[in-house]
């Protein structure tokens, strides 16, 4: 696994770098393969990523045709839900473009979890024959305690090894989350973390530079099998890092 980090001066530059980034690579994958398998992430910092990519002048590059949609993770809520990430995702790019229905792969989030989370994996497991799914591309985010995905310290989720996609139970959050498993993400081509803002710092440089605690720092999980692994940045998530990194 090969990891890079890149460090913006700002914000909305690292997400620009990213739009760029990412279309690059959907194109990459489409004339590779045919088609290029992009998994979301929820949160509030790649919102703008996706307004980007849904914006005109960059849509109109990419084959939408060709791309598919999946989440990384999901709320436990229907997706008209204010913290729906699916409604993030629709609202800022799939109502922008004309994406095929079939190439956006939903969580049924508005089901039993267990039952989404067994419902999603078998979508996955269509889309992916084999022993673990090859996404093209994996969006992260990391949380201020070091979670990414819905993979939070100390839960039940950490410990996953078989199963693509699970029902994780969040007692920090008194709820319910759905989320690729540490090994589902580790199987995929190219994992794109972005994070942003002085609140990352300490999770960044703990996640990067820190003991290897996993059970406290989910995304010391991530470790790509066979793929790149990058890290997009601002200098204010950037600041704990040893100097020279990026
Ligand atoms: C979610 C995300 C989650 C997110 C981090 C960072 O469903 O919320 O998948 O893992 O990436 O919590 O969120 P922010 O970008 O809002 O800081």
Redesign the pocket.
């Known amino acids: 696994m090969t990891q890079e980090i890149r460090i913006y001066p700002q914000a909305d530059i690292m997400q620009s770098a990213a739009i760029a980034f990412l279309t690059g690579e959907v194109l990459r994958s489409v004339a590779a393969r045919g088609r290029c398998s992009l998994v979301l992430?929820?949160?509030?910092?790649?919102e703008p990523v996706y307004a980007g990519l849904g914006d005109p002048s960059v849509a109109k590059n990419i084959p939408w045709e060709s791309v598919h949609f999946f989440w990384?993770?999901e709320?436990h809520v229907p997706p008209d839900h204010p913290e729906s990430?699916y409604r993030m995702v629709r609202d800022t790019l799939l109502a922008r473009v004309s994406i095929p229905e079939e190439n956006v792969h939903r969580v049924p989030a508005e089901m039993d979890p267990r039952m989404a989370a067994f419902r999603y994996e078998e979508d996955l497991r269509s889309f992916y024959p084999g022993d673990w799914p090859r996404f093209d591309i994996v969006l992260?985010?990391?949380?201020t305690d070091g979670?990414?995905?819905?993979l939070f310290p100390h839960t039940a989720g950490l410990q996953e090894e078989q199963r693509w996609f699970i029902a994780n139970q969040v007692s920090a959050l008194d709820a319910w989350r759905l989320t690729l498993s540490k090994n589902a993400i580790n199987a995929a081509r190219l994992t794109l973390v972005l994070a942003a803002g002085e609140a990352k710092s300490d999770a960044v440089a703990t996640a990067l530079e820190g003991p290897h605690q996993p059970e406290i720092t989910p995304i010391q999980l991530i470790s790509p099998e066979d793929g790149r692994m990058l890290w997009f940045l601002d200098q204010r998530a950037a600041a704990e890092l040893k100097k020279g990194r990026g």
Do not use: E, K, V
Request: charged share 10%.
């Open positions: 992430s929820g949160g509030s910092t790649p990384g993770d709320r990430n992260l985010g990391i949380g979670h990414t995905a819905s």
